[in-house]
């Protein structure tokens, strides 16, 4: 049973995350603030991490630097908190996922469900990856019906699909692909993703597969 850390100062949203989980079929633990979330994941060994970034003691992004110190547990972040940097904030520090206040928590759920499978397939890393009418190998760089890329291309690419469903920040794709020279360079993101969209989606115009996130970063949402 996959064990769910939930972090929130909301009474009202711990107990409802609690129930919403528990019905189906995690394994639900609650924390009220920051330093009683990093004594029960040290405890508990939670298998995710569902996280509010306004907490009554210690913020939120410290909370996910100290998991940061010892686990990688995935964590999904819950925050009433909208502005673009604070989500960056996040992510950077080492978020997988960010959900703004107020949620659905069917959102919530699909989010936390993307996790676990990843968090499942972490032991093997795929061969080959569909997405959409294509069959993408990652071993041989090849992609079926002849599409080809720039080295380039393959490297944001192969980020992206070796985390599908999670947000990639901006700040990790300009420092994986160009280098830390670039982080002001988002133009090159949305250049290169442009690019890619109009090889491999059916409608580059209308994305399912290869996703923005204003303001945050990017994700590939498998089929």
């Keep these: 049973m996959t064990r769910v850390l ?4 909301e009474p009202q949203i711990l107990r409802a995350l609690r129930i919403n989980l528990a ?3 995690y394994e639900v633990a609650v924390a009220p603030d920051g330093a009683s979330a990093l004594r029960q994941a040290a405890d508990w060994h939670p298998d995710l991490v569902v996280l509010d970034l306004g907490l009554p003691d210690l913020d939120g992004v410290e909370v996910i630097q100290g998991l940061r110190g010892w686990t990688k547990v995935p964590i999904i972040v819950l925050s009433g908190r909208t502005d673009s940097t604070d989500k960056v904030d996040a992510l950077d520090a080492g978020a997988d996922d960010y ?3 107020p949620f659905g928590i069917d959102e ?9 499978r990843r968090m499942n397939q972490h032991e093997e890393e795929p061969a080959t990856v569909r997405l959409g009418d294509h069959v993408i190998d990652l071993a041989g760089k090849t992609i079926s019906g002849g599409v080809r ?3 380039t291309e393959w490297h944001f690419l192969e980020i992206l699909l070796r985390n599908p469903g999670k947000l990639i920040s901006q700040r990790h794709l300009l420092t994986e692909v ?6 002001k360079e988002t133009h090159y993101l949305r250049q290169y993703m442009a690019q890619l969209r109009r090889k491999l989606e059916r409608d580059p115009a209308h994305p ?3 996703l923005t996130e204003p303001g945050m970063g990017y994700r590939f949402q498998p089929s």
């Excluded at 919530?108 to 676990?116: D, G, N, P, Y």
């Design 6 to 9: 939930v972090v929130d100062d």
């Design 23 to 25: 019905a189906r079929h």
């Design 99 to 101: 959900v703004t206040k």
């Design 108 to 116: 919530l759920l699909a989010r936390i469900r993307a996790v676990t």
């Design 149 to 151: 890329l720039t080295p």
């Design 178 to 183: 160009w280098g830390t020279g670039y982080l």
């Design 208 to 210: 399912v597969h290869l």
